[in-house]
């Protein structure tokens, strides 16, 4: 069954919650695997928050303007 835009955007935040969450433990450790868990951590977040405004769209949700 094909994932609504909401269900898709919410998966997104948490993986983006998720990445933040270990990288913030790796980096207490100065592993180099604390900076790939960053990486990952902002492309969930950038990802989820383009859903999330496509959902918004497909709604009639006003946007506000990019700065």
Known sequence: MPQSLHDRAAELHMLAAHAHTAAAASHGQGSLTAHELSRQ???????????????????????????
């Open 41 to 67: 951590a902002h492309e969930h977040s950038t990802r989820a928050f383009e859903a999330s405004r496509k959902a918004a769209e497909e709604h009639g949700t006003p946007q506000p303007a990019d700065k």
